[in-house]
């Protein structure tokens, strides 16, 4: 049996399965990056809920995985060279799991790095936009008087899902009739956008044509459908 008894977080966190991928996560937008792609490629792991509502990323078990005190955060048991390998950012975790399996990336270099610089895309700028405008439409930046940032990040946002929709023309998916990495990464972000921040009217969601066409061909998928609820929310 695989020992991770190395690692401190699973001290607060006991793998039951230590031969599968451990998942810290939570399912927010990055979050279900994770448990997404896992489902999706069928790969055997066990997930644990860290409550960021209860500061738990930020305990010395879960910083000694992601000293960023993000999740989410992976061990895979059967790293490269069969060692065990602790990765953090959502991003990274989504090229390297599909980089192990061969699976949801192009094979042929080019393709290859035209799917990570989607990745980088989401990762850079719409993570990092939606996520504010998300705090100053929804949360405390809301009672704010000057209303500057609000605008800055709706505009943004704007622009955003406007360069999805145009790499969209003509493509199912991010990288064509290719289901990849890169709709991972942003699937959970969009639905979040106007779902959970209740932006979808400001951005003017509804006057895209292919964003939301893409949104509900990703939600429809099984795996999708699954990653969305894991870990299960206590």
Same mark, same amino acid.
């Given at each position: 049996m695989t020992d991770l008894s190395a690692f401190p977080i699973t001290k607060r966190w006991p793998a039951k399965h230590p031969d599968r991928i451990q998942l810290y996560s939570l399912p927010t937008p990055n979050g279900v990056k994770a448990s997404i792609v896992l489902e999706e490629l069928g790969l055997p792991?066990? !997930?644990? &809920?860290? @409550?960021?509502t209860k500061n738990?990323?930020?305990?010395?078990?879960? &910083?000694?995985?992601? !000293?960023?005190?993000?999740?989410?955060?992976?061990? @895979? !048991?059967d790293g490269p060279g069969g060692k065990p390998l602790a990765l953090f950012e959502s991003g990274a975790i989504l090229l390297y799991l599909a980089e192990k399996t061969g699976t949801l990336i192009p094979a042929d270099a080019a393709g290859r790095w035209e799917t990570v610089q989607w990745v980088m895309f989401q990762m850079a700028a719409i993570g990092p936009m939606f996520g504010q405008l998300g705090f100053f439409h929804k949360f405390a930046g809301r009672e704010y008087e000057d209303k500057r940032p609000l605008a800055r990040y709706r505009d943004e946002s704007k622009r955003l899902l406007g360069v999805i929709e145009t790499r969209l023309e003509g493509r199912d998916w991010i990288m064509g009739q290719e289901y990849t990495i890169a709709d991972i990464s942003m699937l959970g972000w969009v639905r979040n956008l106007i779902g959970f921040y209740e932006a979808r009217d400001i951005v003017e969601f509804d006057a895209l044509k292919r964003v939301p066409a893409w949104l509900e061909r990703g939600l429809a998928r099984p795996g999708v459908q699954r990653g969305l609820a894991i870990p299960a929310r206590g």
């Open positions: 792991y066990e !997930p644990h &809920l860290v @409550d960021i738990e990323s930020w305990t010395s078990e879960f &910083l000694s995985l992601n !000293p960023n005190g993000k999740i989410p955060a992976i061990i @895979d !048991p």
